[in-house]
């Protein structure tokens, strides 16, 4: 059947590496958005200054764009089994590395562990299941759903765990990180999957994917949803607080409140993701990102805030795998196709919130904020255009 669900045209072994994908998934929505929750609390015991706070943010950005690469070429020689595994492990050194030391260069070599795992992790996950799922936009949007939830129970883990045992609460939820680490591990490790270091052409292993228009079209997309994603989650919060909007406590509700109705969002696009083409999806979705962010600037009043950020994730939610299911099968005909995807959008997502924070220095955080907009008109411009490219095939192909 034509909307039969991708889940159900699997067989055992698939749908085991789809779960499997789809838990450990969420243990990466947990850790990489824990970070933010854990930093002060870490920054008052170790006595760490505003300038190392960030260089450790930076440090985590910067490995998950280095993991670009590795993930694209280690499977290569090792296998992808054996690659995930072992890259897998950094998460766990990374956050007893922060449990176990104050030293700044340690800390910093911490972050950035955790960055290479989130990163080569993602760009796994996104590959097998797109793989798995044929290139299904309802499974990659479940899988990102997914990180969703993760990331929506990572401040109430913190929160549990300093109620429990106060300033050192943060080191339980860091110990409960590496537990979780070592599970996805261990479920990596019963994966069917081939043993890619001996099958892969040398032909393949190349970047002739570069030169599809499609591929350079989604990169863009992804540059400039990356550019807007991360500055806006890093940035939101300290918005509203410097321009007196709203109370910090506010602020933190309704950063919930946007990973909540990303969340709402994803499992609405992988609803709809197999029913409608992918050009609309994308078009729909990123034309309301443009609108519902112009109308979170252009107000302080809370409902209106309140209805904008709720808009706002919604119409974000499905942009990442929608994207990346577009060009699906040039991620499956070349090994580092999805690496070089996560690596141009890591760019965005370290650049972008610089820029932003510069000219937040220099003419004020309104106009910093005013600077995404830039951002996602950018991508939507990306979208028209990849419409576009798709519509001049369909005519290519009537006039044959």
Known sequence: ????????????????????????????????????????????????????????????????????????????????????????????????IMILTGNPILLILGFLFTGLSRGSISNFNNTVVNEVSNSSPAALNVLHSIFAVGALISPFLVILSSSISGELGWKIAASMIIVLAIISMFLFSRMKIDNTAKKIEKEKVSYEFLKNRDFCISAGIMFFYLCAEATINGWMVKYFIDSNIMTIEYAQILASLLWLVILAGRLTCAFWGDRVSKKLLLLATSCGTVVFYLLLL???????????????????????????????????????????????????????????????????????????????????????????????????????
């Open 298 to 400: 252009s107000t302080h009043n809370l409902k209106v805030i309140t209805i904008a950020i709720m808009g706002l994730g919604f119409s974000m939610a499905g942009i990442y795998p929608t994207t990346i299911s577009t060009v699906g099968n040039i991620i499956k005909s070349y090994p580092m196709a999805m690496g070089v995807l996560l690596m141009i959008g890591g760019i965005g997502a370290i650049i972008m919130p610089i820029i932003t924070g510069a000219l937040s220095d220099v003419f004020g955080i309104l106009a910093g904020m005013g600077a995404i907009v830039g951002a996602i008109v950018l991508m939507v411009i990306c979208v028209v255009l990849n419409g576009q490219g798709n519509q001049e095939k369909k005519s290519m192909l009537v006039m044959k």
């Open 1 to 96: 059947m034509k909307n039969q669900s991708f889940y159900t045209q699997l067989n055992k072994d698939q749908k085991y590496i789809l779960n499997c994908c789809f838990f450990v998934f969420a243990v990466n929505g947990l850790y990489a958005m824990i970070l933010g929750s854990l930093l002060p609390l870490m920054s008052i015991e170790y006595g760490l200054s505003n300038t190392v706070s960030g260089g450790l943010i930076s440090a985590h950005q910067a490995g998950n764009l280095i993991s670009g690469f590795i993930a694209g070429v280690l499977p290569l020689y090792l296998g992808r089994k054996k690659s995930i595994i072992f890259l897998c492990s950094f998460v766990v050194m990374g956050f007893l």
